[in-house]
Protein backbone atom coordinates (compact mmCIF):
# COMPACT_ATOMS: atom_id res chain seq x y z
CA UNK A 1 0.00 0.00 0.00
CA UNK A 2 1.16 3.59 -0.77
CA UNK A 3 1.29 5.59 2.38
CA UNK A 4 1.39 9.54 2.57
CA UNK A 5 4.62 9.98 4.20
CA UNK A 6 3.13 11.80 7.60
CA UNK A 7 6.66 12.12 9.47
CA UNK A 8 6.46 15.51 9.83
CA UNK A 9 9.52 15.57 12.95
CA UNK A 10 12.36 15.14 10.32
CA UNK A 11 10.59 17.77 7.59
CA UNK A 12 9.87 20.15 10.15
CA UNK A 13 13.94 20.29 11.60
CA UNK A 14 14.78 21.98 7.54
CA UNK A 15 11.64 24.63 7.92
CA UNK A 16 12.71 28.06 7.72
CA UNK A 17 11.13 29.04 11.01
CA UNK A 18 13.49 26.07 12.51
CA UNK A 19 16.58 26.79 11.02
CA UNK A 20 16.20 30.39 11.99
CA UNK A 21 15.23 29.05 15.72
CA UNK A 22 18.34 27.02 15.90
CA UNK A 23 20.58 30.10 15.03
CA UNK A 24 18.91 32.04 18.01
CA UNK A 25 19.67 29.41 20.36
CA UNK A 26 23.20 29.37 19.33
CA UNK A 27 22.70 33.34 19.70
CA UNK A 28 21.59 33.18 22.58
CA UNK A 29 24.04 30.54 24.18
CA UNK A 30 26.77 32.84 23.09
CA UNK A 31 25.45 35.70 24.59
CA UNK A 32 24.60 33.68 28.13
CA UNK A 33 28.47 32.92 27.89
CA UNK A 34 29.78 36.04 27.57
CA UNK A 35 28.20 37.38 30.12
CA UNK A 36 29.46 34.73 32.45
CA UNK A 37 32.44 35.40 31.47
CA UNK A 38 31.78 39.12 31.54
CA UNK A 39 32.58 40.14 28.04
CA UNK A 40 28.66 42.02 27.76
CA UNK A 41 27.01 42.80 31.05
CA UNK A 42 24.95 40.22 32.10
CA UNK A 43 21.53 43.27 31.81
CA UNK A 44 22.15 42.95 28.37
CA UNK A 45 22.28 39.17 28.15
CA UNK A 46 19.09 39.19 30.35
CA UNK A 47 17.23 40.98 27.96
CA UNK A 48 18.35 39.40 24.77
CA UNK A 49 16.82 36.14 26.55
CA UNK A 50 13.84 37.60 27.18
CA UNK A 51 13.05 39.55 24.06
CA UNK A 52 14.70 37.93 21.70
CA UNK A 53 12.85 36.88 18.42
CA UNK A 54 11.65 36.59 14.98
CA UNK A 55 9.67 36.66 12.02
CA UNK A 56 10.34 34.74 9.08
CA UNK A 57 8.56 37.14 7.09
CA UNK A 58 10.23 39.99 8.30
CA UNK A 59 13.71 38.26 8.02
CA UNK A 60 12.76 37.18 4.38
CA UNK A 61 12.20 40.90 3.59
CA UNK A 62 15.10 42.10 4.85
CA UNK A 63 17.31 39.91 3.37
CA UNK A 64 15.70 41.42 -0.16
CA UNK A 65 17.22 45.00 0.84
CA UNK A 66 20.76 43.60 1.92
CA UNK A 67 21.29 39.91 0.12
CA UNK A 68 22.75 38.36 3.60
CA UNK A 69 21.05 36.02 5.22
CA UNK A 70 22.42 35.96 8.66
CA UNK A 71 22.12 39.82 8.90
CA UNK A 72 19.10 40.09 7.64
CA UNK A 73 18.29 37.39 10.58
CA UNK A 74 20.10 39.27 13.46
CA UNK A 75 18.17 43.20 11.91
CA UNK A 76 14.86 41.02 12.80
CA UNK A 77 16.27 39.67 16.22
CA UNK A 78 17.12 43.16 16.74
CA UNK A 79 13.82 44.97 16.37
CA UNK A 80 12.15 42.88 19.11
CA UNK A 81 15.01 43.15 21.12
CA UNK A 82 15.61 47.00 21.05
CA UNK A 83 19.38 48.82 22.44
CA UNK A 84 20.72 45.49 24.21
CA UNK A 85 20.64 43.73 20.73
CA UNK A 86 24.17 45.68 20.08
CA UNK A 87 25.93 42.69 22.27
CA UNK A 88 24.01 40.24 20.28
CA UNK A 89 26.39 38.41 17.44
CA UNK A 90 29.27 40.34 19.87
CA UNK A 91 32.69 39.28 18.14
CA UNK A 92 31.29 36.62 16.34
CA UNK A 93 31.09 35.84 12.59
CA UNK A 94 28.33 34.60 9.96
CA UNK A 95 29.62 31.06 10.40
CA UNK A 96 29.91 30.41 13.91
CA UNK A 97 25.97 30.80 14.14
CA UNK A 98 25.88 28.99 10.84
CA UNK A 99 27.91 25.87 11.25
CA UNK A 100 27.61 25.16 14.76
CA UNK A 101 23.62 25.37 14.31
CA UNK A 102 24.15 23.67 11.01
CA UNK A 103 25.59 20.82 13.03
CA UNK A 104 22.86 21.33 16.21
CA UNK A 105 20.19 20.41 13.28
CA UNK A 106 22.18 17.20 11.76
CA UNK A 107 22.90 15.50 14.92
CA UNK A 108 19.12 15.77 15.81
CA UNK A 109 18.73 14.71 12.13
CA UNK A 110 20.91 11.67 13.20
CA UNK A 111 18.92 11.08 16.25
CA UNK A 112 15.62 10.51 14.12
CA UNK A 113 17.60 8.33 11.82
CA UNK A 114 18.95 6.05 14.13
CA UNK A 115 15.48 5.73 15.41
CA UNK A 116 13.95 4.33 12.74
CA UNK A 117 17.14 1.91 11.79
CA UNK A 118 17.01 0.72 15.48
CA UNK A 119 13.21 -0.12 14.48
CA UNK A 120 14.40 -2.33 11.03
CA UNK A 121 17.00 -4.31 13.36
CA UNK A 122 14.30 -5.42 15.71
CA UNK A 123 11.98 -6.34 12.36
CA UNK A 124 14.80 -7.99 10.79
CA UNK A 125 15.38 -9.86 13.67
CA UNK A 126 11.73 -11.41 14.32
CA UNK A 127 12.11 -12.46 10.91
CA UNK A 128 15.24 -14.08 11.44
CA UNK A 129 13.88 -16.22 13.96
CA UNK A 130 11.06 -16.82 12.77
CA UNK A 131 12.48 -18.29 9.30
CA UNK A 132 15.33 -19.35 10.99
CA UNK A 133 15.42 -22.92 9.78
CA UNK A 134 12.90 -22.61 6.77
CA UNK A 135 14.80 -23.61 3.39
CA UNK A 136 14.75 -21.87 0.64
CA UNK A 137 16.99 -21.96 -2.03
CA UNK A 138 20.57 -20.10 -2.44
CA UNK A 139 21.69 -18.59 -5.81
CA UNK A 140 24.66 -17.51 -7.38
CA UNK A 141 25.48 -15.65 -10.52
CA UNK A 142 21.25 -15.49 -10.49
CA UNK A 143 21.17 -19.25 -10.78
CA UNK A 144 20.02 -22.17 -8.81
CA UNK A 145 23.31 -23.07 -6.09
CA UNK A 146 22.20 -24.70 -3.16
CA UNK A 147 19.88 -24.86 -0.16
CA UNK A 148 20.26 -22.38 2.25
CA UNK A 149 17.08 -20.99 4.88
CA UNK A 150 15.34 -17.70 4.94
CA UNK A 151 16.77 -17.00 8.28
CA UNK A 152 19.83 -16.77 7.24
CA UNK A 153 19.34 -14.00 4.65
CA UNK A 154 17.99 -12.04 7.11
CA UNK A 155 21.17 -12.47 8.96
CA UNK A 156 22.79 -11.13 6.88
CA UNK A 157 20.86 -8.37 6.65
CA UNK A 158 20.76 -7.77 10.38
CA UNK A 159 24.24 -7.73 10.56
CA UNK A 160 25.07 -5.53 7.53
CA UNK A 161 22.53 -2.98 8.56
CA UNK A 162 24.45 -3.01 12.38
CA UNK A 163 27.08 -2.26 10.46
CA UNK A 164 25.56 0.85 8.50
CA UNK A 165 23.73 1.96 11.80
CA UNK A 166 27.24 1.82 13.45
CA UNK A 167 29.00 4.03 11.06
CA UNK A 168 26.03 6.40 10.65
CA UNK A 169 26.45 7.21 14.50
CA UNK A 170 30.67 7.93 14.23
CA UNK A 171 29.49 10.06 11.20
CA UNK A 172 26.96 11.72 13.96
CA UNK A 173 29.56 11.41 16.65
CA UNK A 174 31.88 13.14 14.01
CA UNK A 175 29.48 16.01 12.76
CA UNK A 176 28.07 16.95 16.26
CA UNK A 177 30.27 20.10 16.83
CA UNK A 178 30.58 23.43 16.63
CA UNK A 179 32.78 26.46 16.43
CA UNK A 180 32.51 30.10 17.78
CA UNK A 181 36.03 31.01 17.00
CA UNK A 182 35.81 34.21 14.38
CA UNK A 183 36.74 35.26 11.05
CA UNK A 184 39.94 33.11 10.74
CA UNK A 185 39.36 31.00 13.39
CA UNK A 186 42.17 32.39 15.50
CA UNK A 187 39.84 33.77 18.61
CA UNK A 188 41.34 37.15 17.73
CA UNK A 189 37.97 38.90 19.46
CA UNK A 190 36.30 35.69 21.17
CA UNK A 191 37.49 34.09 23.90
CA UNK A 192 38.10 30.33 23.29
CA UNK A 193 35.80 29.50 26.72
CA UNK A 194 32.96 30.91 24.94
CA UNK A 195 32.78 28.14 22.02
CA UNK A 196 33.62 25.58 24.96
CA UNK A 197 30.41 27.17 27.05
CA UNK A 198 27.94 27.29 24.40
CA UNK A 199 28.63 23.64 22.37
CA UNK A 200 28.56 22.05 26.16
CA UNK A 201 25.15 24.11 26.22
CA UNK A 202 24.35 22.86 22.88
CA UNK A 203 25.34 19.54 23.46
CA UNK A 204 28.34 19.95 20.69
CA UNK A 205 31.91 19.29 21.38
CA UNK A 206 34.54 22.30 20.39
CA UNK A 207 36.56 21.82 17.08
CA UNK A 208 39.78 21.46 17.88
CA UNK A 209 40.51 24.39 15.31
CA UNK A 210 38.84 25.94 12.31
CA UNK A 211 39.17 28.28 10.02
CA UNK A 212 35.73 30.42 10.51
CA UNK A 213 34.04 27.54 8.96
CA UNK A 214 33.99 23.30 10.58
CA UNK A 215 35.86 21.25 7.43
CA UNK A 216 33.43 19.51 5.13
CA UNK A 217 34.83 16.04 5.50
CA UNK A 218 32.70 15.97 8.33
CA UNK A 219 29.94 17.20 6.29
CA UNK A 220 30.87 14.26 3.78
CA UNK A 221 31.09 11.54 6.29
CA UNK A 222 28.06 12.27 7.45
CA UNK A 223 26.44 11.99 4.05
CA UNK A 224 28.36 9.44 2.47
CA UNK A 225 26.84 7.18 5.56
CA UNK A 226 23.32 8.04 4.46
CA UNK A 227 24.48 6.57 1.22
CA UNK A 228 26.03 3.67 2.46
CA UNK A 229 22.89 3.17 4.59
CA UNK A 230 20.73 3.80 1.54
CA UNK A 231 22.58 1.34 -0.47
CA UNK A 232 22.68 -1.42 1.96
CA UNK A 233 18.40 -0.55 2.21
CA UNK A 234 18.76 -0.71 -2.06
CA UNK A 235 20.47 -4.44 -1.52
CA UNK A 236 17.70 -5.62 0.90
CA UNK A 237 14.94 -4.03 -1.51
CA UNK A 238 16.52 -5.79 -4.38
CA UNK A 239 16.83 -9.09 -2.75
CA UNK A 240 12.97 -8.87 -2.57
CA UNK A 241 12.34 -7.58 -5.89
CA UNK A 242 14.13 -10.36 -7.30
CA UNK A 243 12.16 -13.03 -5.32
CA UNK A 244 8.59 -10.93 -6.23
CA UNK A 245 9.42 -12.22 -9.59
CA UNK A 246 6.92 -14.33 -11.33
CA UNK A 247 9.31 -17.23 -12.01
CA UNK A 248 10.68 -17.14 -8.64
CA UNK A 249 7.82 -16.12 -6.42
CA UNK A 250 9.54 -16.68 -2.74
CA UNK A 251 8.83 -13.35 -1.33
CA UNK A 252 6.38 -10.26 -2.28
CA UNK A 253 5.49 -7.06 -0.64
CA UNK A 254 2.49 -7.04 1.28
CA UNK A 255 -0.44 -6.28 -1.03
CA UNK A 256 -3.43 -4.56 0.96
CA UNK A 257 -7.64 -4.77 0.17
CA UNK A 258 -8.45 -2.19 -2.47
CA UNK A 259 -4.65 -1.71 -4.30
CA UNK A 260 -4.00 -1.91 -7.63
CA UNK A 261 -0.84 -2.81 -9.45
CA UNK A 262 -1.39 -1.59 -13.13
CA UNK A 263 -3.35 0.71 -14.99
CA UNK A 264 -3.85 -1.91 -17.61
CA UNK A 265 -3.22 -5.51 -15.97
CA UNK A 266 -5.10 -5.60 -13.23
CA UNK A 267 -3.43 -9.25 -12.45
CA UNK A 268 -0.46 -6.84 -11.39
CA UNK A 269 1.44 -6.79 -7.63
CA UNK A 270 4.82 -4.91 -8.55
CA UNK A 271 7.14 -4.52 -5.62
CA UNK A 272 7.22 -0.68 -5.78
CA UNK A 273 8.36 0.23 -2.56
CA UNK A 274 11.43 -2.13 -2.73
CA UNK A 275 11.63 0.18 -6.37
CA UNK A 276 11.24 3.44 -4.87
CA UNK A 277 14.14 2.57 -2.15
CA UNK A 278 16.40 1.52 -4.77
CA UNK A 279 15.91 4.95 -6.65
CA UNK A 280 16.67 6.62 -3.22
CA UNK A 281 20.10 4.95 -2.79
CA UNK A 282 20.97 6.09 -6.10
CA UNK A 283 20.38 10.08 -5.23
CA UNK A 284 21.98 9.42 -2.01
CA UNK A 285 25.11 8.39 -3.56
CA UNK A 286 24.83 11.54 -5.57
CA UNK A 287 24.63 13.43 -2.49
CA UNK A 288 27.45 11.89 -1.61
CA UNK A 289 29.75 12.38 -4.32
CA UNK A 290 28.25 16.05 -4.12
CA UNK A 291 29.45 16.60 -0.26
CA UNK A 292 33.02 15.49 -0.76
CA UNK A 293 33.20 18.45 -3.56
CA UNK A 294 32.27 20.87 -1.09
CA UNK A 295 36.06 19.32 1.12
CA UNK A 296 37.56 21.67 -0.53
CA UNK A 297 37.39 25.45 -0.04
CA UNK A 298 39.62 28.27 -0.58
CA UNK A 299 42.12 29.36 2.23
CA UNK A 300 40.21 29.96 5.36
CA UNK A 301 36.95 29.88 3.62
CA UNK A 302 34.28 30.81 0.78
CA UNK A 303 30.82 29.84 0.21
CA UNK A 304 31.13 27.37 -2.75
CA UNK A 305 29.62 25.03 -0.46
CA UNK A 306 26.57 26.84 1.03
CA UNK A 307 24.44 26.38 -1.82
CA UNK A 308 24.81 22.78 -1.93
CA UNK A 309 24.47 21.92 1.64
CA UNK A 310 21.10 24.31 1.60
CA UNK A 311 19.95 21.13 -1.31
CA UNK A 312 21.71 17.94 0.16
CA UNK A 313 21.54 18.33 3.92
CA UNK A 314 18.05 17.84 4.31
CA UNK A 315 17.20 15.98 1.52
CA UNK A 316 19.46 13.90 2.31
CA UNK A 317 18.26 13.27 5.68
CA UNK A 318 14.80 13.72 4.96
CA UNK A 319 15.03 11.17 1.77
CA UNK A 320 16.80 8.52 4.35
CA UNK A 321 14.14 8.71 6.82
CA UNK A 322 11.47 8.11 4.23
CA UNK A 323 13.05 5.49 2.60
CA UNK A 324 13.74 3.87 6.25
CA UNK A 325 9.94 4.39 7.03
CA UNK A 326 8.93 2.69 4.17
CA UNK A 327 11.55 -0.01 4.43
CA UNK A 328 10.00 -0.66 7.53
CA UNK A 329 6.23 -0.92 5.96
CA UNK A 330 7.91 -3.35 3.14
CA UNK A 331 9.36 -5.83 6.24
CA UNK A 332 6.26 -5.56 8.51
CA UNK A 333 3.97 -7.15 5.39
CA UNK A 334 6.05 -9.02 3.82
CA UNK A 335 4.84 -12.20 2.72
CA UNK A 336 6.82 -15.20 2.26
CA UNK A 337 6.13 -18.20 0.28
CA UNK A 338 7.43 -21.01 2.15
CA UNK A 339 5.36 -23.68 -0.74
CA UNK A 340 7.13 -22.21 -3.76
CA UNK A 341 10.87 -22.11 -2.04
CA UNK A 342 10.64 -25.80 -1.69
CA UNK A 343 9.03 -26.29 -5.26
CA UNK A 344 12.13 -24.16 -6.22
CA UNK A 345 14.52 -26.44 -4.22
CA UNK A 346 13.30 -29.61 -5.38
CA UNK A 347 13.34 -28.21 -9.15
CA UNK A 348 14.35 -30.29 -11.70
CA UNK A 349 14.55 -33.29 -9.49
CA UNK A 350 16.58 -31.78 -6.68
CA UNK A 351 19.45 -30.25 -9.16
CA UNK A 352 20.39 -28.72 -6.29
CA UNK A 353 21.90 -31.51 -4.69
CA UNK A 354 24.40 -32.25 -7.05
CA UNK A 355 27.40 -31.28 -4.83
CA UNK A 356 26.38 -33.55 -1.87
CA UNK A 357 25.77 -36.34 -4.38
CA UNK A 358 29.48 -35.79 -5.44
CA UNK A 359 31.19 -35.55 -1.98
CA UNK A 360 29.53 -38.64 -1.35
CA UNK A 361 30.76 -40.28 -4.79
CA UNK A 362 34.00 -39.53 -4.36
CA UNK A 363 35.54 -41.82 -2.04
CA UNK A 364 33.84 -45.22 -3.55
CA UNK A 365 34.68 -44.06 -6.75
CA UNK A 366 38.22 -43.38 -6.02
CA UNK A 367 38.27 -40.04 -8.05
CA UNK A 368 36.91 -36.37 -7.49
CA UNK A 369 36.81 -36.04 -11.32
CA UNK A 370 35.73 -39.00 -12.09
CA UNK A 371 32.65 -38.39 -9.74
CA UNK A 372 31.87 -35.25 -10.84
CA UNK A 373 32.03 -36.19 -14.65
CA UNK A 374 28.74 -39.07 -13.19
CA UNK A 375 27.36 -36.35 -11.46
CA UNK A 376 27.36 -33.70 -14.32
CA UNK A 377 25.88 -35.46 -16.56
CA UNK A 378 23.17 -36.60 -15.17
CA UNK A 379 22.56 -32.49 -13.51
CA UNK A 380 23.00 -31.94 -16.92
CA UNK A 381 20.51 -33.95 -18.78
CA UNK A 382 17.88 -33.08 -16.50
CA UNK A 383 18.44 -29.09 -16.71
CA UNK A 384 17.85 -29.78 -19.83
CA UNK A 385 14.50 -31.26 -19.62
CA UNK A 386 15.27 -34.78 -20.00
CA UNK A 387 14.16 -36.25 -16.94
CA UNK A 388 14.49 -35.85 -12.91
CA UNK A 389 17.79 -35.35 -11.60
CA UNK A 390 17.26 -38.14 -8.61
CA UNK A 391 15.80 -40.26 -10.98
CA UNK A 392 18.41 -40.37 -13.61
CA UNK A 393 21.15 -41.12 -10.95
CA UNK A 394 19.14 -43.58 -9.00
CA UNK A 395 18.83 -45.09 -12.87
CA UNK A 396 22.29 -44.62 -13.76
CA UNK A 397 24.37 -48.00 -13.61
CA UNK A 398 28.07 -46.16 -12.93
CA UNK A 399 26.51 -44.38 -9.88
CA UNK A 400 24.88 -47.05 -8.50
CA UNK A 401 28.17 -49.28 -9.18
CA UNK A 402 29.11 -47.42 -5.41
CA UNK A 403 25.67 -45.98 -4.47
CA UNK A 404 23.22 -48.26 -2.51
CA UNK A 405 19.72 -45.98 -3.64
CA UNK A 406 19.12 -45.17 0.31
CA UNK A 407 22.72 -43.45 0.07
CA UNK A 408 21.75 -41.82 -2.88
CA UNK A 409 18.02 -40.80 -1.80
CA UNK A 410 20.10 -39.44 1.21
CA UNK A 411 22.04 -36.84 -0.18
CA UNK A 412 18.80 -35.03 -1.27
CA UNK A 413 17.71 -34.69 2.13
CA UNK A 414 17.23 -30.72 2.48
CA UNK A 415 17.66 -31.00 6.40
CA UNK A 416 21.58 -31.38 5.66
CA UNK A 417 21.38 -27.87 4.68
CA UNK A 418 20.47 -26.29 8.24
CA UNK A 419 22.32 -27.80 10.59
CA UNK A 420 24.45 -25.87 11.09
CA UNK A 421 22.42 -22.69 10.97
CA UNK A 422 21.57 -22.25 14.70
CA UNK A 423 25.42 -22.42 15.28
CA UNK A 424 25.19 -19.30 12.78
CA UNK A 425 22.50 -17.65 14.63
CA UNK A 426 24.12 -17.73 18.16
CA UNK A 427 26.96 -15.80 16.48
CA UNK A 428 24.88 -13.04 15.09
CA UNK A 429 21.70 -12.62 18.08
CA UNK A 430 23.98 -14.51 21.08
CA UNK A 431 22.42 -17.25 22.88
Wanted: with cysteine; glycine share 6%; net charge positive.
Amino acid sequence: MIERYTLPEMGALWTDQTKYATWLEVEIEAARAMAQYKIIPASAFKVIARKAAFSVARINAIEKEVNHDVIAFLTAVSEKVGPASRYLHFGMTSSDVLDTALSLQMKRAGAIIDAKVETALKLIKQLALKYKLTPCIGRTHGVLAEPTTVGMKFAVWYTELTRRRAQFARATETMSVGCISGAVGNFANLDPRIETAVCKRLGLKPAAVSTQVLQRDRHAEYIAALALLASSLEKFATEIRNLQRTEIGEMMEGFTKGQKGSSAMPHKRNPITAERITGIARLLRGYSVSAMENITLWHERDIAHSSVERVIIPDATIITDYALAKFNGLLAGLVVNERRMLENIYYGGGLVFSQRLLLKLTGPAGDRDKAYRLVQRNALTAADGKGRFDELVRDDIDIRKYLTVREIDECFDVSYYTRQVPAVFKRVFGR
